[in-house]
């Protein structure tokens, strides 16, 4: 069998619009730039994303859960530095009136030109905040101004003594939270990979000064496993290092942990040594104490923090490019494929998202080979039955072999086929999606089937 994984992003887009995955947002008014919507197998995909981080996160016994909103007091963002500093420096190019980031400029002979036509004639950098504004109330002034957060880390930092008093959290303890931020970013793009409006999964992990850099890297490793957890191929996952010219204004110490996407290696999560910048900066511009007693030392300090910060739709774009590829099968192999894949197209070429099944936003997929009346009732109950369970499918228009292929490709580990036999023998077919082989299962059996094929899969 020969196996190509995904060479270009459009081949995703339009598998992910094909199948339900993500549609542009506003499709019928001619879309609205770097804004998606997930559709119906998307937004199920995505939940169990976040599920999954959520649970790596907070199935510990030091990190707890957070909700904040997304409108905060604008003060937060002076004290945190985004409204002076949180700005990209944008140019514009003379000759093709393409707009960019200096930092996105290329090099020629020394000057800075532009990526899109390389003409040097490009105007001075103007610095660009990066927030959103709105205004809170009936009136639109200076003082109802209010931004749309930036990140979601903020919300943490000035819940601190909430979350640790209410929890009687002792250091060290994290704060974990997922939640929409929003950029006004110059250059959206690359799908789902850079927008406007998008789902961080953050945690904030308080420590100890001085044991900053041994849970930095503590972090660091668990991070990295649960990139091996989900499945991700290890050959396209790295850690790159800030620089010292890299590093953002409140970071001693930062990698990424990067992916190599089909437009190559970019950023999936940030893992930064925050210092006590941010608890500092909310203790001085609120004018409240922030502090921690340590009653083992009987030392007060303010915490460090170690950050994880990755975005959710980034991930859910990793995990889709990674997972995503075509078959093309040898006749020998298509006469091992079972009964139902038997039309010659469709047994050569198949294209198959191998997700972990926990990630899958449907483990089974219940089609009926016939409409026949007694195969449709025994169906719809097996998918009550199925469905109290799991993220259950019911499919009976088609080909069985085309409904197949659209399982596959949609990443449904199993299919349950019931057939004419299934009404004589009490039994159905079982499909595993990245094998092809089928197994005969009694009906009375078809529940602790899936449970023990799922199990060692899902937490
Ligand atoms: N609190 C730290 C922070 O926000 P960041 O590196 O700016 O750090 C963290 O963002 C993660 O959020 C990134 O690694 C990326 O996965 C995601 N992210 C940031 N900007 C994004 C955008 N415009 N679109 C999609 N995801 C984004």
């Not at 931020?181 to 953050?202: D, L, V, W, Y």
């Not at 997700?355 to 219940?366: D, M, S, T």
């Not at 036999?421 to 079982?430: G, M, P, R, Y």
Request: proline share 4%; glycine share 6%; charged share 30%.
């Amino acid at each position: 069998m020969a196996i190509t994984k995904l060479k270009d992003l459009a081949t995703l887009v339009s598998l992910c619009k094909r199948r339900g995955y993500i549609f542009q947002s506003s499709e019928v008014y001619g879309g609205l730039n770097s804004c998606w919507d997930y559709g119906p197998l998307g937004a199920s995909f995505k939940y169990n994303v976040k599920m999954a981080w959520w649970k790596a996160m907070t199935r510990r016994e030091d990190v707890v859960g957070l909700d904040a909103a997304i409108l905060m007091h604008p003060k937060v963002w002076k004290a945190s530095g985004h409204v002076d500093g949180f700005s990209d420096p944008l140019v514009d190019c003379r000759s093709c009136k393409n707009r960019f980031r200096e930092d996105h400029a290329i090099q020629i002979k020394g000057q800075i030109a532009c990526p899109k036509c390389q003409s040097i004639d490009i105007t001075p950098p103007r610095n660009f905040n990066l927030m959103f504004k709105t205004y809170m109330g009936p009136i639109e002034d200076e003082s109802s101004v209010v931004y749309l957060r930036p990140e979601t880390a903020q919300g943490i930092f000035v819940n601190f003594e909430n979350v640790a008093s209410s929890m009687r959290k002792k250091i060290p303890f994290g704060v974990a939270q997922i939640g929409k931020s929003f950029r006004n970013e110059i250059t959206p793009g690359n799908f789902t990979f850079r927008t406007r409006e998008f789902e961080q999964m953050e945690m904030q992990y308080f420590v100890k000064p001085g044991t900053d850099m041994e849970w930095f890297e503590k972090w660091k490793s668990l991070r990295w496993n649960f990139y091996q957890h989900l499945g991700i191929e290890e050959s396209k996952l790295r850690f790159k290092e800030h620089g010292p010219t890299e590093l953002a204004h409140y970071a001693r110490a930062a990698f990424d942990v990067q992916y190599e996407f089909p437009f190559g290696w970019q950023e999936l999560e940030g893992i930064h040594n925050r210092s006590d910048f941010d608890l500092s900066q909310h203790a001085k511009f609120s004018g409240k104490k922030i502090e921690y007693f340590d009653e083992q030392s009987k030392e007060k300090f303010i915490p460090y923090v170690i950050e994880t910060a990755v975005g959710c739709d980034r991930l859910a774009l990793a995990l889709l490019c990674d997972s995503y590829r075509e078959e093309t099968l040898e006749s020998t192999e298509g006469s091992a494929v079972a009964e139902g894949e038997s039309s010659a197209q469709e047994q050569t070429q198949r294209v198959v998202l191998g997700l972990l099944p926990e990630l899958a936003p449907r483990k089974v997929a219940i089609l009926p080979l016939s409409k026949k009346e007694p195969l449709i009732e025994l169906s719809h109950r097996l998918f009550q039955q199925t469905s109290e369970n799991w993220d259950v499918e019911y499919d009976e228009s088609g080909s069985i072999g085309k409904r197949y292929r659209r399982q596959d490709e949609i990443g449904t580990p199993f299919c349950l086929t019931v057939d004419f036999q299934s009404l004589e023998d009490q039994k159905v077919t079982f499909r595993h999606r990245d094998t092809m082989k089928q197994d005969r299962v009694s009906l009375d059996q078809v529940n602790s089937y899936l449970s023990d094929k799922l199990k060692k899969f899902i937490s």
